[in-house]
């Protein structure tokens, strides 16, 4: 009952946390948004449409946890809703390449006829950016590393400080300089930086969907491992995969002709030692006949 508390209570937190994140992201998003269309800035234009993907992302973060918090609402789902939170996460980055090249295009067309951009106002919704910015990545940093959902707004808010930092230089060389084409190049370079990010997020996601091993599970090291049990003569049907980040499986059967219950123990242990708490084994004599099966959960 505890451990149940205990994840409940993290989920209330990663929810709240989340709802003050989107509002002060709203807030501002309105604001550069305005700003933008009312001065000619691509630069800016650039960081509110990274901003408007920081709200969808936050959004669909929090639709997703919500829905793996109801868990499974039907036997035809047996793994409840947790998969939400990686379909999620491509959305995300296929909104982040769309703004991206949409960006790119844009800054393109402005290349020998760039458009006279007010300095003064880029320096105040830059610096108002930098600090929503911050305290949103204060909210969501411990967050990020329990959900792929949130890691994914956590991600685009990160990104989307450097763009603020971006448009602040922006414009102050303009207010200095005067010179036309740094609104043009930090657009681009917003562009850039986000493009990279957008896609390791959908290579993140994409190998959970896949059902790849997880990255940091050397899969013929733990095969070795479970062959290296004492009375362990075989290890076949070796299954490791991702539901979720944090959430690894694990499936395997050991041939062995010793003690199954001894042997099943043993193997939980070598298990447990790499993180694979959630673990299905089965001991079968040499002979191939079923002899013991354990399904250990402590999600």
Same mark, same amino acid.
């Given at each position: 009952? @505890?451990?149940?508390?205990?994840?409940?209570? @993290?989920?209330?937190?990663?929810?709240?946390?989340?709802? !003050?994140?989107?509002?002060? +992201?709203?807030?501002?998003?309105?604001?550069?948004?305005?700003?933008?269309? %009312? !001065?000619?800035? !691509?630069?800016?234009?650039?960081?509110?449409?990274?901003?408007?993907?920081?709200? /969808?992302?936050?959004?669909?973060?929090l639709t997703a946890v919500l829905l793996a918090r109801k868990g499974s609402a039907s036997p035809a789902r047996t793994y409840g809703w947790h998969r939400a939170e990686v379909f999620t996460a491509v959305g995300n980055a296929v909104l982040l390449l769309g703004v991206a090249a949409? !960006?790119?295009?844009?800054?393109?067309? $402005?290349?020998g006829d760039a458009p006279d951009v007010? @300095?003064?106002?880029?320096?105040?919704?830059?610096?108002?950016? +930098?600090?929503?910015?911050? /305290?949103? /990545?204060?909210?969501?940093?411990?967050?990020?590393?329990?959900?792929?959902?949130?890691?994914? #707004?956590? %991600?685009?808010?990160?990104?989307d400080t450097v763009g603020s930092i971006g448009v602040l230089i922006a414009g102050i060389v303009t207010v200095t300089t005067r010179w036309p084409y740094a609104d043009v190049v930090v657009a681009v370079f917003v562009a850039l930086w986000v493009l990279p990010r957008a896609f390791s997020l959908a290579r993140s996601a994409l190998r959970i969907l896949s059902e790849s091993s997880p990255a940091h599970i050397d899969v013929?090291?733990?095969?070795?491992?479970?062959?290296?049990?004492?009375?362990?003569?075989?290890?076949?049907?070796?299954?490791?995969?991702?539901?979720?980040?944090?959430?690894?499986? =694990?499936?395997?059967? +050991?041939?062995?002709?010793?003690?199954?219950? $001894? /042997?099943?123990?043993?193997? $939980?242990?070598?298990l447990a #030692?790499? @993180?694979?708490?959630?673990?299905?084994?089965? =001991?079968e004599p040499p002979s191939g006949a079923a002899d013991c099966n354990c399904e250990s959960n402590n999600w």
């Amino acid at each position: 009952m @505890g451990a149940g508390h205990d994840h409940s209570h @993290g989920q209330d937190a990663r929810v709240s946390r989340m709802l !003050i994140a989107a509002a002060i +992201l709203t807030g501002f998003f309105v604001l550069e948004l305005t700003t933008a269309l %009312m !001065i000619g800035s !691509i630069a800016l234009l650039a960081d509110a449409g990274h901003m408007l993907t920081d709200l /969808v992302a936050m959004f669909m973060g929090l639709t997703a946890v919500l829905l793996a918090r109801k868990g499974s609402a039907s036997p035809a789902r047996t793994y409840g809703w947790h998969r939400a939170e990686v379909f999620t996460a491509v959305g995300n980055a296929v909104l982040l390449l769309g703004v991206a090249a949409f !960006i790119l295009y844009e800054a393109f067309e $402005r290349l020998g006829d760039a458009p006279d951009v007010p @300095g003064v106002p880029m320096i105040v919704v830059a610096s108002a950016g +930098l600090i929503a910015n911050f /305290v949103v /990545v204060l909210l969501l940093r411990s967050q990020s590393q329990e959900s792929l959902a949130v890691k994914g #707004a956590y %991600m685009e808010v990160v990104a989307d400080t450097v763009g603020s930092i971006g448009v602040l230089i922006a414009g102050i060389v303009t207010v200095t300089t005067r010179w036309p084409y740094a609104d043009v190049v930090v657009a681009v370079f917003v562009a850039l930086w986000v493009l990279p990010r957008a896609f390791s997020l959908a290579r993140s996601a994409l190998r959970i969907l896949s059902e790849s091993s997880p990255a940091h599970i050397d899969v013929d090291e733990l095969r070795a491992a479970l062959c290296a049990v004492d009375g362990v003569s075989e290890v076949h049907d070796l299954h490791v995969w991702t539901l979720v980040p944090g959430k690894d499986v =694990v499936t395997a059967h +050991l041939t062995s002709s010793d003690d199954s219950a $001894r /042997v099943l123990d043993d193997a $939980r242990a070598v298990l447990a #030692a790499r @993180g694979l708490d959630h673990a299905t084994v089965q =001991v079968e004599p040499p002979s191939g006949a079923a002899d013991c099966n354990c399904e250990s959960n402590n999600w």
